[in-house]
């Protein structure tokens, strides 16, 4: 790993007029998850993924729609901003693209041939491209526009610090790759961040994590979470899994004591193929071929899955040991894609290598656009920090929310219909359904900022039916049946039902549902087939205990979420149970809806029983029949 670096004006490129009066919008676009945050005075005003308004998965372009929100959110025009900061340095990916080809030529040529000019038109002319989106949006003045691009980590780096409510703290950011760096470690104190040390490409965690995605037949860039929850299936008491940990320590990556990795190259074609692995090389290695999408799920494909989980937890621990033994500090943030790797953030507590950790809730590239605002606002600008307790995220409720007019007359167009129920009766009603095993649709407020959905565009269930998991998978997500859900629940009463005594408000931590709620597993379970081992009742809360018993919690705050507080507490008081199953309200293939035409969409095209919209209740067999059907994507 490079060293020590105080973050600083020099880390930034900038042009145009400097003024103080800190209205800032970041941007992050043109990889994955294009993203748009305004911050103002240092607090964030609004956040949001461009994919809620396009309903175009991960949707890559300029962020036309998530800008002209934020905007909108803090009644703003582009002419009165003091900057725009984009999350990364363009020349720098340019610099690494081609020092790559050089170092690796003649291999690549191909790739280098598909590549160039994808760059040439979009990254080296990125200012133009920003200075036409924005144009898109309204007209402004161009030369008052100050532009301002912080290198990639720094914005991870600041979208984790920043946010949390530590005056000084290590910080760790993980991902595929931003310019040169794919791993870092700073130190955050006060309104500095200082990069301690940096790990380049093409050695990667991000990346060896993404390999395996590719080689198990997920989607790179979107799977890498279904390779997580497909990790618990392997078997443990196998020969296979230490075997292929031990193949992936010898032939793939090599660990050193500080984290930092170097990958063998020859087995991989990130750097300048087309593909993310040599297929021919892997499948000699692990002694089967790559699979095919939607193909059945075989053990030991499920075997590799758990070893590269148990490789991958090995890694994040020894960067944080390092991170510790760097800084001294008692607690560590965390951001880059690995973050959101919940079972290693929970393995991470466990350790308890730091008495705290807060991990930004949009840790990929979305989040990249809080950060670069705030590093600007901070680091740029020199603007003193005010840490605020509990979390300057706000639960992460930045996006759009919706008055009940707007709701009626958008709902009024697609002939919805449904009672009005005032909230003393709403949240007893909604016990009531979920105690019958009804599926519900839970749309209030604020849209969440990131990946997760936190009870503001939510799906709910009742955890304690050995059916919900598969009801809701196959028919509400339409998804593979192997998938886990999340339980949302009190954090009052966190500790009732998990090994948790913290906080986790942002589902990115996974740890064990306690002893007393297990069932007896039966005598080879571990040796059963994947689909057999589904039917097998683990806990009193079947539906959010996942293959090996952990649970990826969310702790629900009464301060930050009141109405989804106030829906599960009602649950509570009727069953004796203060949590619930949580999924996200979407459906394969899909972004998490926005609109409330986007909830009744989702609503009717698939077999929920019931939607709430705010204080409006639509119950299925209520509404007019629905024309509309739609063949779900893969994802």
């Not at 991902?175 to 760096?181: C, F, K, N, T």
Request: charged fraction near 25%; charge should be negative.
């Amino acid at each position: 790993m490079k060293q020590n670096r105080l973050a600083s004006k020099q880390l930034f490129v900038s042009s145009g007029q400097l003024a103080y009066t800190m209205k800032i919008l970041g941007i992050s676009a043109f990889y994955h998850d294009s993203a748009a945050c305004l911050v103002q005075d240092g607090k964030i005003i609004a956040a949001a993924q461009e994919e809620r308004f396009t309903r175009k998965k991960h949707d890559p372009g300029f962020p036309v729609h998530a800008i002209t929100y934020c905007l909108d959110e803090g009644g703003l025009s582009i002419d009165e901003l003091d900057a725009i900061a984009f999350y990364d340095k363009p020349f720098l990916k340019f610099e690494r693209l081609l020092e790559t080809y050089l170092s690796f030529a003649p291999k690549g040529v191909r790739s280098f041939i598909t590549a160039m000019p994808v760059w040439l038109k979009e990254k080296m002319f990125l200012k133009k491209q920003i200075y036409d989106g924005l144009k898109e949006i309204e007209d402004y003045d161009k030369a008052g526009v100050t532009l301002l691009f912080p290198e990639h980590h720094l914005s991870h780096a600041a979208s984790a610090f920043y946010p949390s409510r530590f005056k000084e703290a290590a910080i760790l950011t993980i991902d595929g790759v931003g310019e040169w760096a794919t791993a870092s470690i700073c130190h955050g104190k006060g309104k500095d961040i200082t990069i301690l040390k940096e790990l380049d490409f093409p050695h990667s965690l991000g990346l060896l994590y993404s390999a395996f995605t590719y080689f198990l037949g997920f989607r790179v860039n979107s799977g890498e979470y279904k390779l997580m929850g497909l990790a618990p299936y392997g078997n443990p008491d196998s020969e296979l899994v230490p075997e292929y940990i031990e193949k992936i320590k010898t032939e793939l990556v090599d660990i050193r004591d500080d984290g930092s990795i170097w990958l063998d190259q020859s087995y991989f074609d990130y750097a300048t193929g087309l593909r993310m692995v040599k297929e021919k090389k892997w499948e000699h290695l692990f002694g089967f071929s790559r699979r095919q999408e939607e193909a059945e799920l075989e053990q030991h494909e499920a075997d590799l899955a758990l070893a590269i989980q148990i490789v991958t937890e090995e890694i994040v621990l020894k960067m944080a040991s390092h991170a510790k033994e760097l800084t001294g500090a008692s607690s560590i943030c965390m951001a880059g894609g690995v973050a959101l790797n919940c079972v290693a953030n929970g393995k991470l507590q466990n350790e308890g290598i730091f008495e705290d950790i807060y991990i930004q809730p949009a840790a990929g590239d979305a989040g990249g656009a809080v950060g670069a605002a705030l590093a600007a606002h901070h680091i740029y600008f020199g603007e003193d920090r005010i840490p605020e307790s509990p979390d300057a995220m706000q639960g992460a409720f930045l996006g759009p929310a919706y008055h009940p007019v707007q709701v009626k007359q958008r709902l009024k167009k697609l002939k919805a219909v449904h009672k009005e129920l005032p909230e003393e009766e709403l949240y007893p009603k909604i016990a009531e359904l979920l105690d019958e095993g009804k599926v519900i649709g839970w749309f209030q407020g604020r849209m969440e900022f990131g990946p997760r959905a936190l009870g503001g565009r939510t799906i709910i269930g009742d955890p304690r039916r050995t059916d919900m998991q598969k009801k809701l998978n196959l028919k509400i997500k339409y998804r593979e049946s192997f998938r886990p859900f999340a339980p949302s629940v009190l954090i009052e009463d966190v500790s009732e039902y998990f090994e948790l005594e913290k906080d986790s408000p942002y589902m990115l931590l996974v740890q064990p549902v306690k002893e007393k709620w297990k069932e007896e597993l039966p005598d080879g379970y571990h040796s059963m087939p994947l689909r057999d081992k589904l039917a097998v009742k683990r806990s009193d809360l079947p539906a959010i205990t996942h293959i090996d018993f952990s649970a990826r919690i969310q702790t629900v705050h009464k301060e930050t979420n009141p109405k989804y507080w106030q829906m599960i507490n009602a649950f509570k008081e009727r069953t004796g149970y203060g949590v619930v199953v949580n999924t996200s309200f979407n459906v394969r293939g899909e972004p998490i809806v926005s609109t409330p035409e986007d909830a009744y969409r989702c609503f009717m095209n698939t077999e929920m029983d019931y939607l709430v919209i705010g204080e409006y209740v639509f119950a299925k067999e209520d509404q007019p029949e629905w024309l509309e059907k739609v063949e779900f994507k893969k994802d």
